[in-house]
């Protein structure tokens, strides 16, 4: 492998979301195969590394984020044997591999959570979660108000194995995902026992699932109105123990050379306590969710972009870049609806909303060009390099999200940038799998025009602007980690210079203008008006003398 220890520093990470990556074995699932088979697909994209979401045995519940066995592969994905080839054959190629670890909650099929079950109340298994007793008579109200993030109540309440209704567990996510005790010292050692499994085997680093819960506030107290992301203490989001954990992984993972690395998942509204996750004994990077959510504004990009650089100097950690990931609508469509109409992340949030998918590819274009060249690392989500949008309207039978079975079928949840992805052909499966079976979701006919076949043929295509992009990324070294300077710009377009003469120029909603006398532009994002002024939605990035 080549580069430095602090190749993170500057990484553009490919997420696959395996079960809609590429199908190996026929099944209509993806899996290790079907990724092993495609590697040459992110080798030639040129991005750094891989973070592939939950591949542990699972019910799926929540698409793998409800894990049965944290040292092993679902049978559905493959074998351990597959993955350690995955592992060595992604090396061979530069690649690294990030794993996707899920520390707050198991699946109720966890052997731990069954033992649990069947040790009854007050037991040392049952310590190993959050059991209490209900209130009020007979014991039959939850223990505290908390809500579950899918809907409905955060508690459970069990049936002892002596048949009469018992204590409640907690489920901050699904029912079929109860919250461990972090305060358990069996939980702390297992969980660093997984993590020397995983980085035994090669693997280079871990993504952290909700990474800024596990916490609980002692008593459990009620959370009254508190929203989600208020700013202030929560009883259990962000507490301030749940850095000892992390200062404890951060030690696991610094005595392999080179060092394992992590990267938070962590939405946490204020941004200082967000750098916190960051200290430099804690973790390396986070996924930069003020940036994902700003509108596509020319004032509200500078804003995220100065908060991102300014918080993350304070611990000097580099900032990463997210345009999309497997928790929000393909931003292809968001951009496509109007900037003024203030969506949120969800296709939910959006979905009445008229789309202008022409000016969604525009701004994904462009701002595909703005994240590469700011600094720090970047995020592409399998299909961000097609330029894929969201599948609105997948039918209701297919749904699969627990968001959509918990709000009582009235969000549709997340399921429409999770449709497996087109590589090639005319109709589903669109080269998903080695046969005709069809997909895990169903594809829409319109996936023929965003299949990467298509794409590689086609100089213009989304996936020949990701490539040059990473090309020129890879070779010039002022990209990546480093020092930003704002240009001055019309109102409505944004304009920094990197080192050695690199300059970005991002058209917003400006007047068309002209770029700098005498700059030779290494790569726009689309082209120029006839008389060469930079036209809304639009990049450059350029090399001035
Ligand atoms: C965040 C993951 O990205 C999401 O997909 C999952 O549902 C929740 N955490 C719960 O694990």
Redesign the pocket.
């Known amino acids: 492998m080549s580069d430095t220890a602090a190749w993170w520093r500057s990484a553009v990470i490919y997420q696959v979301y395996i079960r809609s990556f590429a199908d190996g074995d026929g099944d209509g699932i993806g899996d290790v195969a079907g990724l092993r088979q495609r590697l040459d697909h992110l080798a030639d994209l040129g991005v750094d590394a891989i973070w592939i979401n939950p591949w542990y045995p699972s019910p799926l519940a929540?698409?793998g984020?409800d894990v049965s066995d944290y040292r092993d592969i679902d049978p559905r994905f493959g074998t351990l044997a597959d993955a350690e080839a995955l592992v060595r054959e992604a090396h061979d190629r530069d690649l690294r591999i990030i794993l996707d670890i899920?520390p707050?909650?198991t699946s109720s099929e966890h052997a731990w959570f069954r033992e649990a079950l069947r040790a009854g109340p007050g037991s040392p298994e049952r310590d190993r979660y959050i059991f209490r007793p209900g209130r009020g008579p007979g014991g039959n109200r939850p223990p505290n108000d908390w809500r579950a993030?899918f809907g409905g109540g955060a508690w459970t309440r069990v049936t002892e194995p002596d048949g009469t209704p018992g204590e409640w567990y907690l489920h901050l996510?699904d029912v079929e995902?109860p919250d461990l005790n972090w305060e358990n010292p069996e939980v702390r050692a297992d969980f660093e026992k997984t993590l020397r499994f995983w980085f035994d085997r090669g693997v280079d680093g871990f993504r952290i699932?909700?990474a800024n819960s596990l916490i609980k506030e002692q008593g459990l107290p009620d959370v009254g109105d508190r929203q989600h992301h208020d700013p202030g203490p929560h009883p259990h989001w962000d507490r301030d123990e749940v850095h000892d954990v992390y200062r404890e992984w951060r030690a696991v993972a610094d005595t392999y050379d080179p060092p394992k690395v992590f990267v938070a998942?962590a939405w946490v509204p204020e941004a200082d306590r967000f750098a916190r996750y960051l200290r430099p004994d804690e973790l390396h990077t986070a996924f930069n969710f003020d940036f994902l959510k700003a509108a596509w504004r020319a004032p509200a990009l500078r804003e995220s972009v100065e908060r991102t650089l300014r918080e993350h100097a304070v611990v000097g950690a580099p900032p990463t870049w997210v345009l999309s990931?497997?928790?929000v609508a393909r931003h292809t469509s968001r951009l496509a609806r109007d900037p003024a109409a203030g969506i949120g992340t969800s296709l939910d949030s959006m979905i009445d909303l008229p789309a202008d998918l022409d000016a969604g590819l525009r701004r994904a274009r462009a701002a595909a060009l703005l994240i590469f060249a700011l600094p720090g690392g970047a995020y592409v989500y399998q299909g961000d390099e097609l330029g894929l949008p969201e599948v609105e309207d997948l039918p209701e039978a297919s749904l699969d999200d627990p968001t959509w079975r918990r709000s009582g079928h009235t969000q549709r949840g997340?399921d429409g940038c999770r449709v497996p992805i087109p590589w090639s052909g005319d109709g589903p499966p669109f080269g998903f799998g080695p046969g005709d079976d069809q997909p895990w979701l169903p594809q829409p006919e319109w996936f023929s025009r965003f299949t990467v076949e298509r794409a590689d043929k086609d100089p213009e295509s989304m996936l020949a602007l990701y490539r040059r992009a990473l090309r020129i990324r890879r070779e010039t070294a002022a990209l990546g980690d480093g020092p930003l300077t704002w240009l001055d710009v019309p109102p409505g377009a944004l304009g920094f210079a990197r080192d050695h003469g690199f300059a970005l120029l991002l058209n917003v909603d400006a007047e068309p203008f002209a770029l700098p006398e005498g700059a030779e532009v290494l790569l726009a994002s689309g082209p120029l008006t006839d008389d060469g002024l930079l036209p809304q939605d639009t990049t450059v990035w350029l090399h001035v003398a």
């Open positions: 929540d698409a984020y899920v707050n909650h993030m996510f995902q699932d909700v998942e990931n497997h928790d997340r």
